[in-house]
């Protein structure tokens, strides 16, 4: 009998509350109810005997148990313990019988013959069971509450004495009993990643102690100022294709499930990419950091929004404007001061990109993926990569890119559903420009509209249909390090941020702006301006309107610190001692 869960819900429950601390214990809880090989933190003890685990990550579960009678035992306590664990999770649970003796009553040919029918078949049995949950899966809510859990509004059964309630002095948060689990949980995963992507982590001046923020307003905000952060969300384009593609030129067909087994090592390898990344991140802030003697830390760099001042705590360890969440395998969600975000993007993209030759090193997580890959595929099939030392080729896969700007306060939830929608439209272009022929590449896409979705997603279809289109997005990678660097570099001609300022900023804004969200001519307002100036106004070299208008949105956010420069993309890294780039492990495989 195969078992497949899914667990549904699981962004929503991650990104509910207004804390980082929230979000990575959430995501974290997530990643320990699908862990078959940790028996303290984990499910492991869940797991029987003569269970063949195929799938344990992402908020997914796959098993291999003997008969129907052992499925339903082990879906009854695992989902006791979910309920237990994470209430407002809901698992959507599969059962898909197998061989001569499954299913006696059922007509000939409906039951697959072997291992490898029945998971090809779990997906359509996973969406099916989706479509019909019951009643029971509506969790009961309690009346009569005395009091309210500040973060999801339930009934609340704990405190948490290190949080304030309502900003009063020694009254302690009240939360429900899940949010307090998840904070505990988070802040040992907090600890982990910290050490991890920390350690030995170099700064541009100075030796300050480093770490990663738990508050969202400790992501380099500046008191008195409007402060935004941005949600950043990267996802693997086509992982489905991938894993099944590799499924069918690892297997041997001659032994059953030892497709779903190479698949289950490839799907470790890319979590060992997206973990990789996080790190790489992390790391690339902290070389830009500057702690010079008696000077607050700051990250300096180009750009109307540089310095950022960095926060420092009563200890004096200085927090980094940016912190990685990983929730699933495949995707990874990263909260970072606003300023920051497109540089990220850009770096994260490099990083990507890196020629594998190059960087040599077998335990790097790009590298294991790419020679894993190249390794089923016969060395075929691999995407070109051109960038400023030449052309190479790469089975690292390109990644979709959605980016939401939000105030520092605003529920991580909303945030997170706009970078989201953001990503979705960035891989939709993706994939039409593939089907027509184009190579294959990065999607990115980006709002500084703190609006709700579908508002956001209109807005973006009316700018793109209007004659001629208003906005450039979503932009491919080439096109986006193209715009990065014609209209938002301050050596670039023309550039909004030429000569590390942008003199031409209330023209822009209060002239040519509305003239080009109207659709009009701007070459008598370009003439116009420079009689009255008396110079001939520089503007970026082949701008078209959309794109500007995209520029003109985001140049007082942006700040390059010079990540690449600061932290090379192809220097190599290792995979951590879980072996796939994340936090180092005890021997039980739980995060030290």
């Not at 600890?191 to 738990?214: Q, V, Y």
């Not at 802030?285 to 008696?294: C, F, L, N, Y």
């Not at 390794?375 to 990644?399: E, N, Y």
Request: glycine share 12%; aromatic share 4%.
């Amino acid at each position: 009998m195969v078992v497949g869960v899914d667990l549904r819900g699981i962004q929503a429950y991650v990104y509910s509350g207004r804390r980082i601390l929230d979000a990575v214990g959430r995501a974290a809880l997530v990643a320990e109810l699908t862990d078959t090989s940790d028996p303290r933190h984990g499910i492991a003890d869940l797991v029987p005997e003569d269970c063949v685990v195929l799938r344990d990550a992402g908020g997914a579960l796959t098993v291999v148990l003997p008969d129907s009678s052992a499925a339903r035992a082990f879906t009854a306590r695992y989902t006791r313990l979910l309920r237990d664990r994470a209430g407002d999770l809901t698992p959507v649970v599969a059962h898909v019988p197998y061989g001569p003796d499954a299913s006696a009553g059922s007509a000939a040919g409906e039951t697959p013959r072997g291992v490898d029918e029945a998971l090809e078949r779990l997906p359509v049995r996973l969406r099916t069971a989706r479509r019909r949950m019951s009643a029971l899966h509506t969790p009961a809510r309690g009346y009569g509450i005395t009091a309210v859990c500040s973060v999801g509004g339930g009934p609340a059964e704990s405190v948490d004495s290190s949080r304030a309630q309502d900003e009063r002095a020694g009254v302690p948060e009240r939360v429900a009993a899940d949010v307090a689990r998840a904070r505990g949980i988070g802040r040992r995963w907090h600890r982990a990643h910290s050490a991890a992507w920390l350690a030995g982590a170099a700064t541009a001046t100075g030796r300050p102690r480093l770490e990663l923020p738990m508050e969202i307003d400790r992501l380099g905000r500046d008191h008195g100022d409007l402060s935004r952060i941005a949600v950043v969300h990267i996802d693997v384009n086509g992982l489905g294709v991938i894993l099944g593609e590799y499924r069918d030129r690892a297997g041997d067909p001659g032994v059953p499930g030892s497709g779903a087994a190479a698949q289950r090592r490839l799907s470790t390898r890319i979590a060992g990419l997206t973990e990789g990344l996080a790190r790489a991140l992390v790391r690339a802030v902290a070389a830009t950091v500057r702690a010079d003697p008696g000077q607050g830390a700051t990250v300096p760099g180009s750009g109307a929004a540089a310095p950022l001042t960095l926060d420092r705590s009563p200890t004096g360890t200085v927090r980094l404007p940016v912190r990685p969440i990983v929730v699933a395998g495949d995707d990874l969600t990263v909260l970072c001061d606003a300023r920051l975000a497109l540089s990220l993007t850009r770096y994260a993209l490099d990083w990507l990109d890196a020629d594998p030759e190059r960087i040599g090193a077998a335990g790097d997580p790009r590298v294991a993926l790419h020679r894993a890959l190249a390794r089923a595929h016969g060395g075929a099939d691999a995407r070109a990569v051109t960038g400023a030392d030449g052309t190479h080729t790469t089975f690292v896969p390109t990644v979709g890119v959605g980016i939401a700007v939000q105030p520092v306060g605003a529920p991580l939830s909303l945030g997170y559903d706009l970078c989201e929608a953001m990503c979705r439209r960035a891989k939709d272009h993706r994939v039409e420009r593939v089907e027509g022929g184009a190579p294959d590449d990065h999607a990115v896409a980006w709002t500084t509209r703190f609006d709700g979705v579908d508002r956001v997603l209109r807005r973006l279809d009316r700018a793109r249909s209007s004659a001629p289109p208003r906005t450039a997005l979503p932009l491919t990678g080439a096109a986006f390090a193209d715009f990065l660097d014609r209209y938002l570099s301050p050596c670039a001609p023309g550039s909004l941020l030429a000569d590390g300022d942008t003199r031409h900023r209330s023209w822009l804004v209060s002239s040519l702006v509305p003239l080009l969200e109207a659709g009009g001519d701007p070459s008598a307002e370009l003439h116009r301006r420079a009689r009255a100036s008396g110079v001939r106004t520089a503007l970026p070299r082949d701008w078209t309107p959309g794109a500007l208008l995209d520029a003109v949105e985001v140049m007082d956010l942006h700040l390059d610190p010079g990540l690449a420069a600061a932290l090379e993309p192809h220097r190599p890294q290792d995979r951590g001692r879980t072996g796939a780039g994340g936090p180092p492990s005890g021997p039980t495989g739980a995060p030290l």
